[in-house]
């Protein structure tokens, strides 16, 4: 590469990170509002582009084959960028941080993050498939970290296979819950993303199988994130059918959320046996209280899951902004927020090409 590109290349990194900037500074005062009033409390931190499943409704096989160019070890943000970034995050108000990906726990050294990040006064989750928690989950509760949130799409092993499209058996996964379970890192959240036609026959059994386990299922209505998988409208099942399914055989009365913002509706079962819940921003949009970032796994910061674009924190990080600097710009993103996606969903927004779920977490 020509010196003359170099330079170029360098001007138009310090344009854009000087443009991140904003001229009067933003102090971390601990209560960040968007144009709606929403304040920023949950910061979703992707660790890692790749998986170890094919998830057909995230990762088909059809485009992240053997050839996806995943990021290269350079690109990712480092342990010590991310903890620096949660930190001024946290100064503006957030008290939840999820570590996400991809699959979170192929990263290597994740405990050594965790340990990082739990020095925060913060709630500090994660989320995972399952595969690996056998193996990893007690290093993680003696890391710091809270709890975990396992993805399982079905409970019978024919279903679970086909959706995963790894052929994983369901029985590894429920080893995975029962190590987090053992290992104190409760309580234990399970999502089951439902796609009509494909894995909605398993809804009853789900919750029928972890009924009075002390494990709270959620079952999420297939979003449109991304644009490889294929997302139809028809495939949808509005979580009020979920609902009812469930109810018909193990009767629900709703309860209210556990804080303000909570994007899943809360339902107990009638008997005391524990509660699930239901995530419906297709059918029923929750824009209006949402108070989540993400943060990708190449320092890009995304104030909505259905985003087209990003702002690049590390171009900030690299060329060595202050803590003051960064600290306004994420200040500034945030005040810029307006993102409604879920409300003004239509078959042109759904189509149009957005940020991949496995790039910004779920």
Not at 269 to 285: F, L, M, N, W
Not at 300 to 321: P, S
Not at 327 to 332: D, F, M, R, V
Request: charged share 25%.
């Amino acid at each position: 590469m020509s010196e003359k590109i170099i330079h170029l290349l360098d001007i138009r990194t310090a344009t854009r990170a000087a443009a991140l900037v904003p001229e009067q500074p933003i102090p971390a005062t601990g209560r960040l509002l968007d144009t709606r009033d929403r304040a920023v409390r949950d910061l979703r931190i992707s660790v890692t582009d790749r998986c170890n499943f094919r998830c057909i409704y995230c990762m088909p096989k059809s485009v992240f084959d053997k050839d996806y160019p995943y990021l290269a070890r350079s690109e990712l943000l480092s342990f010590e960028e991310i903890e620096r970034i949660a930190r001024l995050f946290v100064a503006h108000g957030v008290n939840k941080l999820r570590i996400t990906g991809g699959e979170p726990l192929l990263r290597k050294d994740i405990e050594k993050l965790i340990e990082r990040l739990a020095r925060l006064p913060v709630e500090l989750t994660l989320t995972t498939n399952g595969a690996l928690l056998p193996q990893k989950s007690r290093a993680l509760r003696d890391a710091g970290l809270s709890r975990v949130t396992v993805s399982l799409d079905a409970i019978d092993d024919a279903t679970f296979r086909a959706m995963n499209d790894v052929d994983f058996p369901v029985a590894r996964v429920l080893e995975g819950i029962d190590a987090a379970h053992a290992a104190g890192l409760t309580p234990l959240k399970i999502n089951m993303v439902v796609k009509r036609g494909t894995n909605d026959h398993a809804i009853v059994p789900m919750a029928r199988h972890f009924r009075g386990s002390d494990h709270i299922v959620r079952f999420i209505e297939f979003m449109d994130v991304g644009s490889s998988n294929g997302w139809k409208m028809d495939e949808v099942l509005p979580s009020s059918d979920v609902i009812a399914r469930i109810h018909a055989e193990m009767p629900l009365e709703p309860i209210g959320p556990n804080y303000p913002g909570e994007v899943a509706q809360r339902w107990r079962y009638a008997d005391g046996s524990g509660e699930v819940g239901v995530i419906s921003s297709v059918t029923q949009a929750f824009c209006s209280s949402c108070t989540r970032a993400r943060l990708s796994t190449e320092g890009k910061i995304f104030t909505c899951l259905f985003a087209t674009e990003g702002h690049d924190l590390r171009v900030l990080l690299r060329e060595g902004r202050s803590d003051e600097e960064i600290a306004s710009a994420i200040g500034a993103i945030w005040q810029a927020r307006g993102d409604r996606y879920s409300e003004i969903r239509t078959a042109d927004t759904a189509a149009a090409r957005k940020i991949e779920m496995s790039y910004i977490g779920g």
